[in-house]
């Protein structure tokens, strides 16, 4: 292009070749123009393909460091590429402890993963994650918790560990020894249940242990109030307890100085679980007659007959019988049916009064002196009397009131006096040196009947003495003194 210091001449050449210049102009910018839309595209390509190599390598990058943050709950264990890592050190750890306790287990926080980014050198291996998480565990085992009216009672293993203690529990009453008894409900008082539960390990009860934690119980505390004449003696007489028991509850309390209104402890255990059994039971029974009285004015006071026997009734029951732990404690009788209705007894009972010479029913010892021959067995001979010996002339007494029936000799029986009580009993007075009564005569208790003397078969003057109830000999032993 021209000097700038003439533009007077550059304008007058310019316009002249204006026309050539436009011309030139518009071929250019059309040069121009096709030469940049060409450029254009280039650019754009070039910038797509390092935007898609940046962000290749950008990805790549990004999936190379991608890894995990793991937590073991609150508690970080290590950054893992994968989380399968974490899962099978969790897995590896679950079968060892599995095995260990023969038990499944749970353990007792979760396992959680972060995304994070991490180079390889700053990755846990799968020892350090194993003892990370270790130091980190609380574990619980699977099993079942025993539930009494949903208290805790105790945890198995399994289900049929705590089923079995069940059924040791009710086994008792599961069966009835009389055959005419149909067992028809067993069950337990309690609300009792088995549950499923994550339990620590050390909480799992050993099976006969909880069995006899369930059958004794616990010891139940009571309170008893002293009351006026107890003492810890007729207290534990109540309780069916030891005094020994009583003053081990009792340790503040002097047993020897009981006051009224001290309360004093008692331990009374209890079983957990009560069975409770319905049967139901056909049994007889008797049923008492009853025994009504008749008065006669015509007999003695002491005299009473047997008019009609009484006989008792039988009476066929079922009921149903409901027992807490073999005890009864409630019965419904469903069905009575009489097999045989009772028959009352009738008796007649004198009113009048007794004649003197009425017989008491006890005798007295007809008269004194000393006793020389016992009733029983005499040199190979049955003596059948009671021989006393005193001087001849003694008075001799009847022994109770009754009727003379004999009054005479009578063989080696000598002198003899015979009466009959008019109650079964007859009495003899044997050997006798003379008699004051004749046969017919009534005669009173402690009435003079005769002497004793030395007739008959006698070796020396005595009383030979009979009683004889309903005509056969007693030893008169056993009815005078
Ligand atoms: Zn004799």
Same mark, same amino acid.
């Given at each position: 292009m021209g000097d700038s210091n003439h533009p007077g001449s550059k304008s007058f050449n310019l316009l002249m070749e204006n026309g050539k210049i436009q011309k030139k102009l518009k071929d250019l910018k059309r040069k121009i123009e096709n030469r940049y839309s060409f450029k254009r595209v280039v650019m754009v390509l070039m910038i797509a393909v390092i935007a898609t190599l940046l962000l290749g390598t950008y990805k790549i990058n990004e999936i190379k460091t991608r890894s995990y943050t793991v937590y073991y709950g609150d508690e970080e264990v290590g950054t893992v590429r994968k989380k399968e890592e974490a899962l099978k050190v969790i897995e590896d750890i679950k079968t060892i402890l599995s095995n260990t306790y023969d038990s499944e287990i749970v353990l007792g926080k979760d396992i959680r993963f972060e995304n994070t980014h991490a180079k390889d050198e700053s990755l846990v291996s799968a020892k350090e994650l194993k003892s990370n998480i270790q130091s980190n565990m609380t574990f619980l085992v699977s099993g079942y918790e025993l539930l009494v009216d949903d208290k805790e009672v105790g945890f198995c293993k399994s289900k049929e560990e705590l089923e079995d203690i069940l059924q040791t529990i009710k086994k008792p009453y599961?069966?009835?020894?009389?055959?005419?008894?149909?067992?028809i409900d067993v069950s337990f008082v309690e609300d009792v249940k088995i549950k499923q539960k994550d339990i620590?390990?050390?909480?799992?009860?050993d099976k006969e242990e909880l069995l006899q934690y369930i059958q004794t119980g616990t010891e139940e505390e009571k309170i008893h109030v002293v009351e006026v004449g107890e003492s810890l003696w007729t207290i534990a007489e109540i309780y069916d307890m030891s005094v020994e028991e009583l003053v081990k509850a009792n340790p503040d309390k002097n047993p020897e100085k009981l006051q009224i209104g001290d309360e004093v402890k008692l331990m009374v255990p209890k079983s957990l679980i009560t069975v409770a059994t319905i049967e139901e039971v056909e049994y007889t029974d008797e049923v008492d007659y009853e025994v009504k009285i008749e008065y006669d004015d !015509?007999?003695?006071?002491t005299q009473s007959d047997v008019k009609v026997k009484g006989s008792e009734g039988e009476t066929k029951y079922f009921s149903r019988i409901t027992k807490h732990n073999g005890v009864k404690v409630e019965e419904d009788i469903l069905k009575e049916e009489v097999i045989k209705e009772p028959v009352d007894e009738l008796v007649v009972k004198g009113t009048k009064e007794l004649p003197k010479?009425?017989?008491?029913g006890v005798f007295l010892m007809p008269t004194r002196g000393s006793l020389s021959s016992r009733y029983g067995m005499r040199n190979g001979r049955m003596h059948y009397g009671l021989d006393i010996a005193t001087r001849t002339g003694t008075p001799i007494k009847a022994a109770d009131g009754g009727k003379v029936v004999y009054a005479g000799w009578k063989g080696s029986y000598g002198y003899m006096v015979e009466i009959n009580h008019e109650n079964g009993y007859t009495t003899r007075y044997a050997?006798?040196?003379?008699? !004051?009564v004749k046969v017919g005569q009534r005669v009173y208790k402690g009435q003079v009947i005769a002497r004793v003397g030395n007739t008959?078969?006698?070796?020396?003057?005595?009383l030979h003495f009979e009683v004889l109830k309903n005509g056969r000999n007693r030893n008169p032993a056993s009815y005078v003194y």
């Open positions: 599961l069966n009835t020894t009389n055959e005419n008894s149909d067992i620590p390990l050390n909480k799992i009860n !015509d007999m003695y006071k010479t009425a017989a008491t050997h006798c040196s003379s008699m !004051d008959g078969r006698s070796t020396g003057p005595h």
